[in-house]
């Protein structure tokens, strides 16, 4: 496995993110190791909020709402995902499988010796935290999901994900940047958000050099399955039949302005016991990245739902 790992220097002076980098090395899945970078913040032996990033940001996407969940006591770690951030990354994208982005944090999990966790995932940040949760539901006290899914390729598929899927692979240059700044233009345009600035979107662009880092970010949209057959959806039903009998805190907070995920929450609600009763929220004036549009304002509703929900 060829691997590609971006200059430090190219994560020098970004705006808002002042956490000093973290490594862990992990099984790449083929006798090798991978190194992995996560952001480490708060007192080591309180509860760890874990928050996953998805496609195609890095931990980046979290840096308002670190230092809320830190202040209130708690452990953020965010880690960037194998082939983002300051994460090592393969550099053919046929390395990349959803079973193997599950591996990889687990095999993160396990060297940081996490539990007591609270899962805050968005996006893909939701399609492998919530897997993970099946595979090890007895070191999560709670559930965030935000923005995000767990398909199994049973259902109907959007032709605007599908449209999604295509560009990805083929467009010639994959501009992270500006897919970010793209996904809150409306907001933009009606007044509710300020225009991303050119060091925000330049941060986004900063894990990728050039065009052959973006392997990764370029096949992520290929592997949610869309079909039955998909090489991993047999996998995540069998992740649904655990989280259909998930009894512990679970709260979706989705935004209303993501066509993507909009209405993604009544799944959750349905299906997983630890979501009756819970205070579920809707974040207003946010895009699909509700992170970087309404980073705060979420973060200060999983500070909440954590103290109002021991463990």
């Known amino acids: 496995m060829k691997i590609l790992r971006t200059p430090d220097e190219r994560f020098k002076n970004l705006p808002g993110y002042f956490f000093a980098p973290h490594y862990a090395e992990v099984p790449d899945?083929?006798?090798?190791?991978?190194?992995?970078?996560?952001?480490?913040?708060?007192?080591?032996?309180?509860?760890?909020?874990?928050?996953?990033?998805?496609?195609?940001?890095?931990?980046?996407?979290?840096?308002?709402?670190?230092?809320?969940?830190?202040?209130?006591?708690?452990?953020?770690?965010?880690?960037?995902?194998?082939?983002?951030?300051?994460?090592?990354?393969?550099?053919?994208?046929?390395?990349?499988?959803?079973?193997?982005?599950?591996?990889?944090?687990?095999?993160?999990?396990?060297?940081?010796?996490?539990?007591?966790?609270?899962?805050?995932?968005?996006?893909?940040?939701?399609?492998?935290?919530?897997?993970?949760?099946?595979?090890?539901?007895?070191l999560f006290d709670r559930v965030v999901a935000a923005n995000t899914g767990l398909p199994t390729g049973d259902g109907p598929i959007s032709d605007a994900f599908l449209a999604w899927q295509t560009y990805s692979k083929e467009v010639p240059r994959f501009e992270v940047g500006n897919i970010i700044k793209s996904s809150n233009a409306a907001f933009v345009k009606n007044g509710s958000l300020p225009i991303l600035s050119d060091e925000v979107v330049a941060a986004y662009d900063a894990p990728f050099p050039d065009q052959s880092y973006t392997e990764g970010a370029r096949i992520f949209p290929s592997l949610v399955p869309t079909k039955p057959d998909d090489p991993s959806a047999a996998a995540n039903?069998?992740?649904?039949?655990?989280?259909?009998?998930?009894?512990?805190?679970?709260?979706?907070?989705?935004?209303?302005?993501?066509?993507?995920?909009?209405?993604?929450?009544?799944?959750?609600?349905?299906?997983?016991?630890?979501?009756?009763?819970?205070?579920?929220?809707?974040?207003?004036?946010?895009?699909?990245?509700?992170?970087?549009?309404?980073?705060?304002?979420?973060?200060?509703?999983?500070?909440?739902?954590?103290?109002?929900?021991?463990?």
């Open 29 to 138: 899945g083929e006798g090798g190791s991978l190194r992995i970078h996560y952001v480490d913040e708060g007192p080591g032996d309180a509860d760890v909020v874990l928050l996953l990033h998805g496609e195609p940001t890095w931990s980046f996407l979290y840096r308002k709402m670190i230092p809320v969940i830190v202040q209130a006591g708690y452990r953020a770690i965010a880690p960037d995902l194998v082939g983002f951030g300051r994460s090592d990354k393969p550099a053919s994208r046929n390395d990349y499988s959803f079973q193997r982005h599950v591996d990889w944090m687990l095999s993160l999990i396990d060297t940081l010796k996490l539990k007591r966790m609270t899962l805050v995932g968005q996006d893909w940040g939701g399609l492998i935290g919530l897997r993970l949760v099946a595979a090890k539901p007895e």
């Open 237 to 311: 039903r069998k992740a649904w039949e655990v989280l259909s009998t998930f009894s512990k805190p679970f709260l979706t907070a989705f935004s209303d302005g993501d066509p993507i995920t909009r209405g993604g929450e009544h799944i959750f609600q349905k299906r997983i016991p630890g979501t009756q009763g819970q205070p579920h929220t809707t974040i207003k004036g946010a895009g699909h990245f509700l992170q970087e549009d309404k980073g705060e304002e979420f973060a200060a509703v999983i500070v909440n739902f954590i103290a109002n929900t021991p463990a």
